[in-house]
């Protein structure tokens, strides 16, 4: 059951998913030791340049073993909080795809029901496109159509119609995905915002 607008409600779903999962990093990892690390690795960095400059080729391949040595150090340390980011993950997603995920309707006989948070629609399909009961003939593929207070597209696949639900349009086109996203593109923009924020926020350093 969506409580806002689906935009917000993802949004929401994504900053409390990625809050949990940093509680769990903070919890979990002994961040001023990974601190440590990182500072380490960062004064690496710059030694590997300075020498590579110089071209003190030995001193390079020493600092650079140094470098994943340590890396692996906080890469061993982070198993154990990845692991729980991984069940919380997939827990949590199928819950937020049940409400706003992709509709597939199968049709018996070029008919079929589309049901949409309890709003049944009969759906026949025709030539070049199908048919929804309320909204007349469609024409598929076709993107951005007014369904039950949603935008959706529409494509046809063999037997089955499916219909994706817009949650939200960008000011810009994103290669691959284009300027309109369904649940799972917009909970990934927002949960890399959140990501960024929080970890900021709970000084968590992995």
């Known amino acids: 059951m969506a409580y806002f607008s689906p935009i ?13 999962i940093n509680i769990f ?13 990182r500072e380490r690795m960062k004064e690496m960095n710059e030694k590997i340049k300075e020498e590579q400059k110089k071209g003190n ?15 692996g150090k906080i890469m061993r340390m ?32 070029g008919k079929g029901e589309l049901n949409i948070d309890g709003s049944v629609y009969q759906v ?27 935008k959706w597209n529409i494509a046809m696949n063999g037997n089955e119609v499916k219909f994706s639900r817009i949650i939200a349009y960008l000011p810009f086109a994103l290669p691959f995905v284009g300027s309109d996203l369904g649940w799972l593109g917009w909970y990934f923009l927002s949960a890399l915002l959140f990501m960024v924020v929080t970890r900021k926020l709970l000084k968590v350093y992995v």
């Open 25 to 37: 990093y903070k919890l979990l990892l002994d961040q001023h030791q990974v601190k440590q690390s």
């Open 8 to 20: 917000i409600d993802v949004f929401i779903f994504s900053f409390f998913v990625i809050m949990v």
């Open 78 to 109: 982070s198993l154990k909080p990845m692991v729980v980011s991984f069940i919380i993950v997939i827990l949590a997603l199928p819950w937020i795809a049940g409400i706003y995920g992709d509709r597939e309707v199968k049709l018996n006989d």
């Open 57 to 71: 080729t030995e001193k390079v391949n020493k600092l650079l073993g140094e470098l994943m040595s340590e890396n």
């Open 124 to 150: 026949q399909k025709t030539e070049g496109g199908v048919e929804i009961s309320g909204y007349g003939n469609i024409e598929t593929p076709k993107n951005g159509v007014a369904l039950n207070g949603y």
